[in-house]
Each structure stands twice: as structure tokens, then as C-alpha cells.
């Protein structure tokens, strides 16, 4: 499953969700990654609280987000529907649940993994950064400029948005 886009995708977005919380870098203020959380998201959800977690996070993130863009942009939290549907149905199962439990660890283990994603694409920019249309935001190389560009602006304390328009 290595080289899998669609998995590099919601790894991207777990990474980043994760590290975008209160508790790490702070661009939103949430904290369903945090341990309380699971007392509070079990209850309520007792087999899809992995799932209540990536949608919490992913709402605040892509709220975020779009203050920050044009209205129409896709970015990482706002993807054509199909891709986002996909991301869900990857996250849902058991396999999805091992994933965010195996890169949601420790704020350094998160940003190390996010920068190898991103290894061979480091940015320096802040706000929001173009990353061509929408169509290649399956490919690899859309992922790791993703990943990079979040990465670099984690490690700097800024805020970038990458964002991608419409063909």
C-alpha cells in the first residue's frame, strides 16, 4: 500500500489537523487529539470516535482555512466531493483507525513524518501558496508540496495555506 496517493492524502491531513491544534501550533482551537477527548468522543461515538476526532478537526481546520483563501479554492480541508467521500471511506475503517493512531503521537513525531512527506518540497512563504489546479491533487508530487510547504511553516512559527483552483 506504499505510494498510495490517496493514503498520503489523509495522512497529510491527519498530520496537519493534529499539529494545527491548540495544544501544538495553535491555527485552531481544538484539542480532539488530545487524550480528554477520547472520554468525552467515546460515549457518543464508541466505534466511530477516530471518525468524530478527523471531522471535528478537519471543520475547524478548513474553516481556518477558507478565511484565509478565495472562495472557490480547494485546499487540503475542502476537496472536490469525490475526494472527500474517498478520504472518509479510508478513514472509517480498521485501516484508517490504525493510521491516525500510528502518526497522532507526539507533536516532534508528527512534524518528522510531515517533513518526509514533504522532503522535497521546502517553502518559506506565508499565507496562502498556489499550488496549480485541482486536477493533480492526486499525485505525489501535489502531496509533498503540500507537506512541505505545512511543515516548513509549522517549523517557522507562520501560517501558510496552500491551495489549488479550478481547472
Excluded: C
Excluded at 506504499?2 to 499539529?19: A, I, M
Excluded at 480547494?74 to 469525490?82: G, K, S, T
Aim: hydrophobic fraction near 40%; aromatic fraction near 10%.
Amino acid at each position: 500500500m506504499q505510494n498510495d496517493p490517496l493514503r498520503d492524502l489523509l495522512k497529510v491531513r491527519l498530520l496537519v489537523g493534529y499539529l494545527g491544534e491548540i495544544d501544538q501550533f495553535g491555527w485552531w482551537k481544538t484539542a480532539f487529539y488530545q487524550p480528554a477527548s477520547q472520554a468525552f468522543l467515546e460515549p457518543v461515538f464508541p466505534r466511530t470516535s477516530h471518525v468524530a476526532k478527523y471531522h471535528g478537526v478537519a471543520e475547524a481546520a478548513r474553516l481556518v482555512h477558507d478565511e484565509s483563501l478565495s472562495v472557490g479554492s480547494y485546499h487540503l480541508f475542502r476537496l472536490p466531493e469525490e475526494l472527500e467521500h474517498d478520504l472518509h471511506t479510508a478513514l472509517a475503517g480498521d485501516e484508517g483507525r490504525a493510521t491516525q493512531d500510528e502518526f497522532i503521537q507526539s507533536k516532534d513525531a508528527a512534524l518528522n513524518v510531515l517533513r518526509a512527506i514533504g522532503a522535497a518540497s521546502k517553502s518559506s512563504a506565508d499565507g496562502p501558496v498556489s499550488l496549480g489546479e485541482i486536477d493533480g491533487v492526486r499525485t505525489s508530487n501535489a502531496i509533498a508540496q503540500m507537506a512541505g510547504i505545512y511543515a516548513s511553516a509549522f517549523e517557522r512559527g507562520g501560517k501558510a495555506f496552500p491551495y489549488l483552483t479550478r481547472a
